[in-house]
């Protein structure tokens, strides 16, 4: 199993132009979600899933957007990318939600200029 | 609400010395409460995690945290440090509520660095 895999690992943008990042999973997991990690901030929850077709707001959604259209595909998308949104984005799931291990993928860091 | 804060930012041990790192947790529901690490450049990996079993919860490597409610703490430890224990580790309690949704909260992280 490969787990949680991210698309792409790096990308740098200039400031108002749009992309989508890409997780997917093939554990099966119901819960799926997006973070963003910003140096002495821990990370902090942008969008979540809790299963195929639904999507719900975390901590930090402005200026993004999700779809689940597939249950092993969560998409994070800017539509207009800017400065503050650079940082490392790391998508994770989970079976079950609360009580359950979150696995993570590798990360994508994404610069906007 | 829930919340965590991990009391130290940074924390600096030789080699083969305990290793010592502290978290508080705030929860209004009996929380889950779990320890990750991430390794530079990688992505989070669970070492351990309390659900509301046995109160010293084992983990990989060595480590092991206990659940105090009393105290409302929740650190981890480790006897004796390796080189390849340094990394960031994040203090993390579930957002438990009647939902369910499994929302985590992440402590701002401890760095530990492991002196040869």
């Known amino acids: 199993n490969a787990g949680v895999t991210q698309t792409p690992k790096f990308r740098v943008l200039k400031t108002g132009q749009s992309m989508t990042l890409l997780c997917a999973q093939d554990?099966?997991?119901?819960?799926m979600y997006w973070y963003r990690q910003d140096p002495g901030m821990g990370l902090r929850l942008i969008h979540y899933?809790?299963?195929?077709?639904?999507?719900a707001k975390g901590e930090v959604p402005d200026g993004y957007n999700v779809s689940r259209l597939k249950k092993q595909n969560f998409l994070l998308g800017l539509e207009s990318a800017a400065p503050s949104q650079t940082s490392v984005y790391f998508c994770?799931?989970?079976?079950?939600?609360?009580?359950?291990?979150?696995?993570f993928g590798p990360g994508t860091r994404l610069t906007v200029l | 609400a829930q919340s965590v804060t991990q009391l130290d930012s940074h924390v600096s041990v030789s080699e083969g010395t305990p290793v010592l790192l502290r978290c508080n947790y705030s929860s209004s529901y009996s929380p889950s409460l779990f320890w990750y690490v991430q390794h530079p450049n990688k992505g989070l990996q669970l070492l351990l995690k309390y659900t509301s079993a046995a109160t010293l919860v084992k983990g990989i490597n060595g480590f092991e945290a206990e659940f105090k409610k009393s105290e409302t703490s929740f650190h981890l430890t480790k006897p004796s440090a390796h080189m390849s224990d340094a990394a960031e580790y994040f203090c993390?309690?579930?957002?438990?509520?009647?939902?369910?949704?499994?929302?985590?909260?992440f402590g701002q992280g401890t760095t530990l660095q492991v002196k040869p």
């Open positions: 994770a799931s989970s079976p079950q939600g609360a009580v359950d291990e979150q696995f």
């Open positions: 554990m099966n997991h119901e819960y």
């Open positions: 993390v309690v579930s957002g438990l509520s009647s939902s369910n949704t499994g929302k985590l909260i």
């Open positions: 899933s809790v299963g195929e077709g639904t999507t």
